[in-house]
């Protein structure tokens, strides 16, 4: 079966400078990606490109099998059946929102455009705004006519720009919810861009980590939070702090904190050093442990509070504990180390950790 | 599928060549010198609109003739010195009357505040050379004012003075009192953009109105100060009716005599290309001011300030200071006229003059409308190509708003006469007639010069109202299945709606005034509103004058109200529609 989407070997230049290089992966219709990272690290870039926007200097975009951009040529945005959700929206101010929403249905039969938009009206929930003008809605209402508008030409694919970036919090994740619940409803596939992790987990499948023009994992959540393909990903998403260690014999690694089981990353040798993720949800506080270290600040989260704790050698590490378990800066704490999957990478000799 | 390339190099945004395996050489080549439609035609309508300035520059530079030796020896210092004076003067007097009302108008609260706000740009829908004309008629020996003085204190000829208005300080005054709203529209909106923050510190750091007014406020508004009156100038310059009226030598009255009286177009060209040098000296301290205005601003205002009540005598006070250049720069003369147009209507509201009212009209509204598409061809072609190339020829075409309509009509009479006697030359020799004057003498030449100076007027409307519509409109569109034509038509053209309304009504009023360029380009028998009101006037038929006078400046009235619906919007609690 040929995949959906189909990103190989992607590379996109504004001469002289590489914006996006080495790029593939694939998506499924039936799944939501998100194209997570800092911000210009292409991801933007890239989505562009699938919409048609951007040329490509190297590689092919091919949607259900057929190829949409290749060096040197490209199929038009309007001739993609691509919807896009813009970071700014981009709502026509000059079109009432049914108006806006029938945009793309120019070719419809009146009949059927009149029934889509009051469809589509009523799937986001504004039928009563339909005669509105853009500047007379609120945020939210604004963001479901840019969805509307895109879904309503039947779109094999919908690409969306952070579009939630200007909504507060609470509406954000609600909204997330909704889009993605018609998505799926619907049987269009889903691709949004984001420098948020959270928005990210809850809207996303598979989300893909870019840094610096680089795809450096596509995968689900779970996986990069718990198995970070390198060291990039595995400081950008979650919390945690790279412990140094040593090899040991087999599948052991000697740390300050004793001695952990694990697999090692290829070509690594016994003795050789090494740097081992804990995330601040592996550290257990346990008063009775012979293991202690230096609290050194405290975060009060509501249920938990997040220490930072200093162990004798300097190094630093995080621990979640439960907010009842009130410690002051200064104060040494027992803790105990629960690790399911152990992720080990080779020294480097910057130290992003922290 | 396939595709040609075509549809995509209409992309509106710039994208990189999208081909591979190319040297950076080739890339350059792609990206920079890609000529098609639209450089092409951009490139070709800015060489044009460029014509008239590149030749009046290229002419400029030949040998010096006789008659420019005579004049040099003679005249030229006058024009000079009468120029300079005539700049200083209007700028002091715009400054005078401009900052003072803005100031008012924009800080304080006082009776008929609102009112003034508006109608102190009154003054800007007379031309100078109309109010010339009006004053002239009611300060004159055998005008009103005179004459009542006579009649009430018995006096004859010689018994008394009375200031000649035809005069330097007279056109100094005339120019000053339709020209401070550029000084004043600046100043506004300066004051009115100042950090709340600053003001209220130096208040409580005991600073009084008055320091608050010369210490703070005046000093973080001078480049916009700057900026108008260099504006001032450049008109001032350019004037031609009503400093020819008052008989005072300047560049461009020196620009007619060489032209008809001495017939030397070499000359000519020459003392216009010295005009130009003082314009872009202007031009260059206007575009200098401007850039330093953003570093005053001092941050985003989070609410505006209080105004300051002026109440009882104050009050009163400020409303006479700002009733005072509406009463003489709009209420006297406009009133003027009117009575005058009454007088004569039995004698000149016939056939001839409604003939000429509808000529004139027709003549602004084509040029406006050309100027339009010219205009959104230009705007247009250089969102979608935004190169060097094409935009350096746009800002070259760009250029003739500061140029004085009499050097544009040179520097367009000049390469079309000489296309003329070529092309009769040519069909003498071969085809045994005469051609004539094809271009020259036709509306073809009026046509290039009202383009060459109007169309910036228009291209910054147009260039405001694209710049306003965001490149993801351009793509959202796209993305729901319209081309880029389609993009276009559907979607910059209905939100620019208004700027390209606003650019039309500017155009058309700015053509319809229009009398230097147009007195010395018209075909033969050839009339419009503003040369008819002129001829009048120039035979001491003033009041017959006043009909056509009033036609101009009741549509001069029209952008008056467009610009006072924009500081209407930047009202408190007005939420602009983006």
Known sequence: MTPFLELIDIAIAYPPKRVVTDVSFTMDSALIGCLLGPSGCGKTTLLRAIAGFEPVQRGSICLEGAELSRPGWILPPEQRKIGMMFQDLALFPHLSVADNVAFGLRRWKAAERRERVEDLLRLVGLNDYAQRYPHQLSGGQQQRVALARALAPRPRLLLLDEPFSSLDVALREDLAHEIRAILLREGIGGLLVSHDQFEAFAFADQIGVLNQGRLLQWDNAYNLYHRPADHFVADFIGQGVFLPGRMGEGSRVCTELGDIDGIPPDGCAPGDRVEVLVRPDDVTHDDASPLTAEVVERAFRGAEFLYTLKLDSGARLLCLAPSHHNHQPGQRIGIRLEIDHLVIFQHEVQDLGG | ?578
Request: net charge positive.
């Open chain 2, 1 to 578: 599928m396939t595709v040609s390339l075509e549809t995509e190099a209409v992309a509106p945004r710039l994208t990189p060549s999208a081909t591979v395996g190319q040297g950076p050489r080739q890339w350059l080549r792609a990206r920079w010198f890609r000529l098609d439609r639209w450089v092409l035609l951009v490139v070709g309508v800015s060489l044009l609109l460029a014509l008239p300035v590149l030749t009046v520059f290229i002419t400029a530079l030949q040998p010096v003739g006789a008659v420019w030796q005579h004049l040099a020896d003679t005249v030229l210092a006058d024009y000079v010195r009468n120029s300079l004076l005539l700049m200083l003067g209007v700028g002091v007097g715009t400054l005078l009357i401009g900052v003072p009302t803005a100031w008012l108008t924009s800080i304080h609260e006082f009776p008929g505040r609102r009112f003034f706000e508006w109608a102190l740009l009154l003054p800007m829908a007379i031309p100078a050379y109309i109010i010339a004309y009006t004053y002239t008629g009611l300060l004159d020996f055998a005008g009103p004012v005179q004459t009542a003085l006579r009649e009430s204190f018995h006096w004859s000829r010689q018994d008394y003075w009375f200031p000649e208005i035809r005069s330097l300080p007279g056109a100094i005054i005339m120019l000053a009192l339709v020209l401070y709203p550029y000084v004043y529209l600046l100043a506004r909106a300066a004051f009115l953009e100042q950090s709340v923050a600053v003001l209220e510190v130096s208040r409580s750091l005991g600073a009084g109105p008055w320091r608050r007014f010369y210490a703070i406020s005046l000093p973080m508004a001078r480049p916009a100060l700057i900026a108008g009156v260099s504006l001032v100038q450049m008109e001032a310059l350019a004037d031609y009716g009503a400093v020819q009226y008052f008989g005072i030598s300047t560049f461009t009255t020196g620009l007619f005599r060489v032209w008809y009286g001495m017939d030397d177009s070499i000359a000519a060209a020459q003392l216009a290309g010295l005009l130009l040098l003082f314009v872009f000296a202007l031009l260059l301290f206007e575009q200098l001011s401007r850039r330093l205005a953003r570093f005053h601003h001092t941050g985003n205002r989070q609410f505006r300030p209080a105004r300051l009540l002026l109440t009882g005598r104050w009050g009163w006070l400020a409303a006479l200071a700002c009733l005072l250049p509406l009463l003489f720069g709009f209420l006297l003369p406009a009133g003027q006229l009117v009575v005058w147009a009454i007088d004569t209507a039995p004698r000149m509201m016939d056939g001839r003059f409604f003939s000429l009212l509808v000529h004139s009209l027709s003549l602004a509204l084509g040029a406006a409308l050309l100027i339009l598409m010219l205009a959104l061809l230009l705007g247009y072609g250089r969102r979608l190509r935004p190169w060097p190339l094409v935009r350096g020829a746009v800002q070259i075409a760009g250029l003739g708003y500061a140029v004085p309509g009499a050097v544009v009509a040179i520097g367009v009479m000049l390469p079309l006469a000489a296309i003329d006697r070529s092309v009769d030359g040519w069909a003498r020799q071969w085809l045994g007639l005469s051609t004539g004057l094809l271009l020259s003498g036709t509306v073809t030449a009026l046509l290039l010069a009202y383009c060459t100076r109007f169309l910036p007027v228009a291209l910054q409307s147009v260039e405001a109202g694209l710049a306003r519509i965001r490149p993801s409109m351009d793509d959202a569109a796209r993305a729901l299945g319209s081309t880029p034509r389609a993009v276009l038509w559907r979607v910059h053209v209905p939100m620019l709606r208004g700027s390209l309304l606003a650019a039309v009504l500017l155009v058309f009023v700015d053509v319809l005034k229009e009398l230097p360029a147009t007195l010395i380009l018209r075909p033969f028998n050839f009339n419009t509103l503003a040369v008819r009101t002129y001829e009048l006037a120039s035979d001491e038929r003033l009041a017959d004058s006043a009909g056509f006078a009033l036609a101009v400046v009741l549509a001069g009235i029209g952008p008056v109200i467009l610009l006072s619906r924009a500081i209407g919007r930047a009202r408190p609690g007005y939420d602009a529609v983006s």
